[in-house]
């Protein structure tokens, strides 16, 4: 009697919905010829569902990067502005703008 788990280890447990997993014990409870049958698609959805949630994972990473960069480049423009200024201050002032 094959089982059709859809996860041996933490990690792959956490990442794999609610559903699929209690899909998997209503499957697990099969008779063996009806659950050979169906367990390759529900094998197949559980990676569809696993791949997914790591895309959508390296996705908020780089979003999260992608906003920290963006702080610090505003930081920069704005420092590099008020040097501009006080150059600008400096310059009118000895009268060479």
């Known amino acids: 009697m094959q089982k059709t788990t859809i996860g041996s280890n933490n990690k792959q447990h956490d990442e794999v919905p609610q559903e699929l997993r209690e899909l998997s014990n209503a499957i697990?409870?099969?008779?063996?010829?009806y659950r050979d049958t169906?367990?390759?698609a529900l094998k197949r959805a559980v990676e569809?569902?696993?791949?997914?949630?790591?895309?959508?994972?390296l996705v908020q990473?780089?979003?999260?990067?992608l906003r920290l960069d963006m702080k610090y480049l505003v930081f920069?423009?704005?420092a590099t502005r008020r040097?501009?200024?006080q150059y600008r201050e400096i310059?009118?002032?000895?009268?060479?703008l």
């Open 38 to 40: 169906v367990a390759p």
């Open 76 to 78: 920069d423009l704005e």
């Open 28 to 33: 697990d409870a099969l008779p063996a010829r």
């Open 83 to 85: 040097e501009r200024d």
């Open 48 to 57: 569809c569902s696993t791949r997914r949630r790591r895309i959508l994972n």
């Open 91 to 96: 310059l009118d002032k000895e009268g060479l």
């Open 61 to 65: 990473e780089a979003l999260s990067q």
